[in-house]
């Protein structure tokens, strides 16, 4: 049996991700740096996003 590997993740796997607070994660949503999908009241942070965040991160710091 293979595992899935999910195409967008909920705030708190995105928190566990980054090790960032919620506060902090959901500043970074209200600022555009990181992207998000909503369906009805809940919001999911598409995994390409993520990776795009990271990267940005990355070559700011190099």
């Not at 049996?1 to 994660?25: C, D, G, H, N």
């Not at 209200?30 to 992207?35: I, Q």
Request: proline share 5%; charged share 30%; hydrophobic share 40%.
């Amino acid at each position: 049996m293979t595992t899935a590997i999910p195409e967008a993740l909920t705030v708190p796997e995105v928190m566990a991700a980054l090790r960032m607070s919620r506060s902090k994660v959901y500043d970074l949503i209200r600022s555009k740096k990181l992207g998000t999908i909503t369906e009805g009241r809940s919001r999911r942070i598409p995994v390409e996003c993520l990776a795009s965040y990271i990267r940005s991160k990355i070559e700011e710091n190099a």
